[in-house]
Nanobody, 121 residues
């Protein structure tokens, strides 16, 4: 059993900042990537940022220079620092991770429950 628990969403004015946290717990042998996705009303789910192999990062073009993903491998935790927020960043943000639950097991993708981020004046 694996759980991903997110926190840190909320309402912020345009230009403001928020920091999201995600902690993975349970039967974890290893983690391949920890990601943040988002889904705005009426739109599909999109990858926002990825923390992979313990140190490599990938960002969607729409958030480059504004969002920063970081992680603590020992704590199975990843954060998303979101600065200069825009109304178009409004969405439900989901933490997701590829996790192997025992040695040599294939990696499977797990999802958190999501946290709402609303950018509005």
């Amino acid at each position: 059993q694996v759980q991903l628990v997110e926190s840190g969403g909320g309402l912020v004015q345009p230009g403001g900042s928020l920091r999201l946290s995600c902690a993975a717990s349970g039967s974890i042998d290893s983690i391949d990537t920890m990601d943040w996705y988002r889904q705005a009303p009426g739109k599909g789910r999109e990858l926002v940022a990825r923390f992979e192999n313990g140190n490599n990062t990938i960002y969607a073009d729409s958030v480059k220079g504004r969002f920063t993903i970081s992680g603590d491998n020992a704590k199975n935790t990843v954060w998303l620092q979101m600065n200069s927020l825009k109304p178009e960043d409004t969405a439900v943000y989901f933490c997701s991770a590829r996790i192997s639950t025992y040695r040599s097991a294939p990696f499977a993708r797990y999802w958190g429950q999501g946290t709402q981020v609303t950018v509005s004046s």
